[in-house]
């Protein structure tokens, strides 16, 4: 078995789905940075400090974590690559809740988010993966073994 360090890593252009979808994962982040720079004007003109200032703060913590994954996104989409290369796929699983996104683990790359097909995958096998870096989506995994 190979050791984890000599797997090569080469690059591959994004594909057009890829940039949209890296592109509209951006959209939540500027939707509430814009609806609270438009709303705290109003809460300041019309409330009292102590509204002004939970208003800010609930407003800064949504846009920290909003912010930080438009980064990601965005990261990898003014890079315009996507990464390639082995891994051993270990399992994936489908989140609870909103959103009921799929993630898989792999050995070296650990969790990213599956946005391709999952039905040829085999536990514990070798796979070619292509993924973006920062944002962690698992575009495109194909077993080799």
């Given at each position: 078995?190979?050791?984890d360090?000599?797997?090569?890593i080469?690059?591959?252009?994004?594909?057009?789905?890829?940039?949209t979808r890296?592109?509209f994962?951006?959209?939540?982040?500027?939707?509430?940075?814009?609806?609270?720079?438009?709303?705290?004007p109003?809460i300041a003109?019309?409330?009292t400090?102590?509204?002004?200032?939970?208003?800010?703060?609930f407003g800064?913590?949504?846009?920290?974590?909003?912010g930080y994954e438009?980064l990601r996104?965005?990261?990898?989409?003014?890079?315009?690559?996507a990464?390639?290369?082995?891994?051993?796929?270990e399992?994936?699983?489908r989140?609870?809740?909103?959103?009921?996104?799929?993630?898989?683990?792999?050995?070296?790359?650990?969790?990213?988010?599956?946005?391709?097909?999952?039905?040829?995958?085999?536990?514990?096998k070798r796979?070619?993966?292509?993924?973006?870096?920062?944002?962690?989506i698992l575009?495109?995994?194909?077993?080799?073994e």
């Open positions: 078995m190979d050791s360090h000599t797997l090569a080469d690059r591959v252009a994004l594909t057009l789905r890829q940039k890296l592109f994962n951006c959209v939540p982040a500027v939707t509430l940075a814009i609806g609270f720079a438009a709303l705290l109003f003109a019309t409330g400090s102590r509204q002004l200032v939970t208003a800010a703060g800064a913590i949504v846009l920290a974590l909003t438009a996104n965005a990261r990898d989409l003014l890079s315009g690559v990464f390639v290369r082995e891994d051993w796929y399992c994936w699983w989140s609870r809740g909103q959103g009921n996104h799929r993630y898989v683990r792999l050995r070296t790359l650990g969790r990213l988010r599956a946005a391709g097909d999952l039905s040829r995958v085999r536990e514990g796979h070619r993966v292509t993924y973006s870096e920062a944002s962690k575009w495109r995994i194909e077993p080799l």
